[in-house]
């Protein structure tokens, strides 16, 4: 375990909220440059693509020169496992900066599809990640005492051991549960450990506090949960979601975003959504890029495009200028909470963009709008598709769970009243199918909002 020196409590603020724009700007160019200088020196993959492009560690200076660089994805990353796996025997030869003995935690990314593609860990890159994530649980408020219990898979993916081992060298009592035990073990050792934190996806938060009654015989509300930390899918971004199953606990409810390392965020308490506050820019680089021309987006409130990442201060497989396929909006006025960071809101990966007539849609789309219907929906559904892919000949196909006790004369209502609002609200007309409350697979990793379904 990492240990921190007496001058490094991760339970104190760095003092980061007070430096101004041109400031931040600056400690990024200045790790840039060692960063870019680093990378050249210590991979393969890097000097590579720098030759390539005719570029030297030393031609990088300004951010204008930033822009050279070539940017990189996961084919190319997967490629270079691959070629290191032939050539050394290990998978990490060609894109890793330092050496073996030097990397010590192996992570992934929770790709759906395709070979896992590793992010690999020196010590340093540990303590890095550590100081990233409590810089959230700090501003929310947690604190030595609050015991948190994680129901993300206990994988080697971004919510699950890394996200325990932060929250142990934060100071926190973790309860390591893992969305593995299922929803029973979950609610008898939430009932066993006494937490005031909750870890876990947003749907899985909703289905434990639906089943609490019935398996523990006392409401959500009875444990004592006082945050309900989310993140891979939308969650607490969704108002009429958020409120639900806010009332059921009788907890706050927060969407963080700690996925692709250096890449950390959290949403505030400020009543009207507007994303997640942006806690880690000195250690990454964000940018933005149109994501059908490629073309690059100037950050402005309420932007929305592809984002590219650019670790900084990182020694494993910094990553220069990487584009992972996910679309995010960020909002640059001040948000009336106070904090002063900008924000990110997660739209969903350009894979899940659906197309119909022209139009871009994303399931998070559907789901917010859905979940205004609630209780008459559970706001449970699935997008049914007849082929994979983006392009979607109209009617958008989607299988509706419609909440208790609903007569077929409400039920054809409802479904009028949905689909004149997405058609006025998102300028899609769907074609709901109604189907009984509780019957879609409430999943404990992450819903998977589109079925496939051949008619033959
Ligand atoms: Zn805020």
């Keep these: 375990m990492p240990h921190h020196d007496s001058s490094e409590r991760p339970y104190e603020d760095e003092g980061l909220a007070a430096l101004s724009r041109e400031q931040l700007r600056e400690i990024q160019l200045t790790r840039l440059k060692k960063q870019v200088r680093y990378n050249y020196e210590n991979s393969i993959f890097y000097r590579r693509k720098f030759d390539a ?63 896992p593609t590793l992010y690999t860990l020196t010590k340093n ?59 029973r073990r979950l609610l008898e050792f939430a009932a066993l450990t006494k937490p005031t934190v909750l870890f876990c996806t947003p749907s899985l938060a909703e289905h434990l506090a639906e089943q609490c009654e019935q398996t523990l015989g006392k409401p959500a509300r009875e444990l004592g949960i006082r945050y309900l930390l989310c993140a891979g899918e939308p969650g607490a971004g969704i108002p ?37 506050h942006f806690l880690s820019e000195d250690y990454c680089i964000l940018e933005l ?41 960020v909002f640059t006025e001040p948000c009336p909470c106070g904090w002063p960071e900008m924000r990110l809101k997660l ?38 598709l007849d082929r994979p892919g983006h392009q979607i000949t109209p009617p958008l196909r989607l299988k509706v769970e419609h909440g208790e006790g609903l007569e077929e004369h409400q039920l054809a209502e409802l479904k009028k009243e949905i689909e004149q609002y997405m058609s ?10 109604f189907i009984p409350p509780f019957t879609l697979d409430r999943s404990e990793h992450k819903t998977r909002y589109i079925e496939i379904e051949t008619n033959n």
């Design 53 to 115: 492009a005719g570029l030297e560690p030393g031609d990088i200076n300004t951010w204008d020169d930033f822009t050279k660089i070539p940017f990189m994805d996961k084919n190319e990353h997967r490629a270079a496992q691959d070629e290191s796996l032939d050539r050394f025997g290990h998978p990490y030869g060609i894109l890793a900066c330092a050496p073996r003995e030097k990397i010590v935690r192996l992570s992934a990314t929770s790709g759906t599809t395709g070979v």
């Design 125 to 183: 890159d540990i303590r890095v990640l550590n100081k990233l994530h409590a810089r959230k649980y700090r501003r929310i408020g947690l604190q030595p005492g609050d015991v948190v219990i994680v129901a993300f898979a206990l994988s080697m993916f971004a919510g699950g051991v890394p996200c325990v081992d932060a929250l142990w060298d934060y100071g926190l009592c973790v309860a390591p549960v893992g969305a593995e035990a299922r929803t």
């Design 240 to 276: 009429e979601f958020k409120r639900r199953v806010e009332e059921m606990y009788g907890a706050r409810m927060y969407d963080m975003l700690g996925s692709v390392q250096t890449l950390h965020a959290i949403s505030c308490g400020s009543a009207e959504y507007r994303g997640m």
């Design 289 to 329: 890029l149109d994501p059908e021309t490629g073309q690059k987006l100037d950050f402005a409130d309420g932007v929305t495009g592809e984002y590219v990442f650019t670790y900084l201060d990182w020694e494993g497989t910094p990553f220069l200028r990487y584009r992972m396929g996910d679309i995010m909006q």
């Design 347 to 384: 739209l969903g990966r350009t894979d899940d963009m659906l197309i119909v007539k022209g139009i871009n849609i994303y399931p998070s789309a559907i789901k917010n709008i859905l979940e205004r219907f609630a209780p008459r929906v559970t706001g449970a559904f699935r997008i049914v």
């Design 424 to 433: 006025e609200t998102a300028r899609v007309r769907p074609e709901i199918t």
